[in-house]
């Protein structure tokens, strides 16, 4: 988890061309790649481990804005502009630097924020993306921005009757998602979330998992996000708030913070996010001039505690530790595990918490 750091990236919304298909959820002619029960390359995708966002409350940096923090600056999302509903070409307001690492990050280590957080559990017993796939219930064309690897799609796809879509900005990530059963008739779409290639009113929800608050050019994307939607569709996000009370999530910011200042600027992270994303106030200002009601919001404490090996995958998954040299990732991880071996339980598992913030709103009018 990156921290109290800026993060930003995610995935965005990808380019199009004409208009979509009249289920709204194919791809728009000439737009991103659309993978549909696909086979994934001879080798299969790579896969790493780590906390994908938690900076700031999910993965994200803890030094500077890294691909999940609040930065200032455009969507990260590729191609060129996509027509509006008005036919206007939207503005491209994509951040090379920052989509260019996540490409890299995410390549070299898919499925990276649901191998740090799946195991995660809110007082209730549901993992943060449990928390997602219920408030979808009623809901019967879901998108997922920022899918990643799947597991909240799979998850939402086992309901009756359900059609998903997904949409990342890395394709490694959506090789994993192909290989999912349940999502063998999932459209999956390379691209980013301020050119989202669907047609006006195509879904009655939208979810994001740790991924709003990695992306710039929010006001283009919260109205990408408005127009795909139905009046009265639903959006859920999950949005990292920052380590729990104490704890090894707590202990490895502190122990990164002075390695990352240390750090010379070839081995940060691009800036990236919008940290109005982090907070009720900021959510609605963003918003709620696209068309949305005043967001629900709730902090979730989310239980991380696991076997050593499994917390050292979630922290050092962060994206801060992508551009640092091995050999100081490996001392960082030596005093991180000599700092919380004393804190072990009798099973041997290490606390670990974070908190995440849950965001719901729907589109009004």
């Known amino acids: 988890m990156r921290g109290e750091?800026?993060?930003?990236?995610?995935?965005?919304?990808?380019?199009?061309?004409?208009?979509?298909?009249?289920?709204?959820?194919?791809?728009?002619?000439?737009?991103?790649?659309?993978?549909?029960?696909?086979?994934?390359?001879?080798?299969?995708?790579?896969?790493?481990?780590?906390?994908?966002?938690?900076?700031?409350?999910?993965?994200?940096?803890?030094?500077?804005?890294?691909?999940?923090?609040?930065?200032?600056?455009?969507p990260a999302s590729g191609g060129g502009a996509r027509p509006s509903a008005t036919g206007d070409p939207a503005p491209d307001t994509s951040t090379p630097d920052a989509v260019a690492f996540l490409r890299r990050f995410h390549a070299a280590h898919p499925a990276v924020t649901a191998r740090s957080m799946a195991h995660g559990r809110a007082p209730d017993g549901r993992s943060s993306y449990a928390l997602l796939r219920d408030a979808m219930a009623g809901r019967r064309r879901v998108l997922d921005v920022g899918c990643g690897d799947g597991l909240l799609l799979d998850m939402l796809a086992a309901g009756p009757g359900r059609e998903v879509a997904g949409l990342d900005l890395s394709a490694p990530e959506l090789a994993l998602a192909r290989c999912r059963p349940g999502l063998g008739t999932a459209e999956l779409h390379t691209g980013s979330a301020d050119r989202l290639p669907f047609r006006d009113g195509a879904f009655d929800g939208v979810v994001s998992h740790m991924a709003l608050m990695l992306m710039d050019g929010v006001e283009r994307v919260a109205a990408e996000i408005a127009r795909v939607l139905v009046p009265g569709g639903t959006l859920a996000a999950v949005i990292g708030g920052g380590p729990g009370e104490g704890g090894a999530y707590a202990e490895f910011l502190r122990l990164l913070r002075p390695v990352l200042d240390a750090a010379p600027p070839e081995r940060r992270i691009p800036r990236l996010g919008d940290r109005r994303l982090r907070d009720r106030e900021g959510f609605d200002a963003v918003f709620g001039p696209a068309g949305f009601a005043p967001v629900a919001w709730e902090r979730v404490p989310i239980d991380l505690t696991a076997p050593p090996e499994t917390v050292w995958r979630t922290v050092g998954g962060l994206y801060d530790l992508g551009p640092l040299d091995a050999a100081t990732v490996a001392e960082l991880r030596a005093r991180f595990t000599a700092a919380t071996a004393p804190t072990a339980l009798p099973d041997g598992r290490i606390p670990c918490a974070m908190t995440v913030c849950v965001a719901v709103t729907r589109r009004t009018g």
């Open 5 to 74: 750091p800026d993060s930003g990236g995610g995935a965005g919304a990808s380019s199009g061309g004409g208009p979509a298909p009249a289920d709204g959820l194919g791809p728009a002619t000439g737009g991103p790649e659309t993978v549909r029960g696909a086979e994934p390359a001879a080798g299969g995708p790579v896969s790493g481990g780590g906390a994908g966002e938690f900076s700031g409350g999910g993965p994200a940096p803890v030094g500077g804005p890294a691909t999940g923090g609040p930065a200032s600056g455009g």
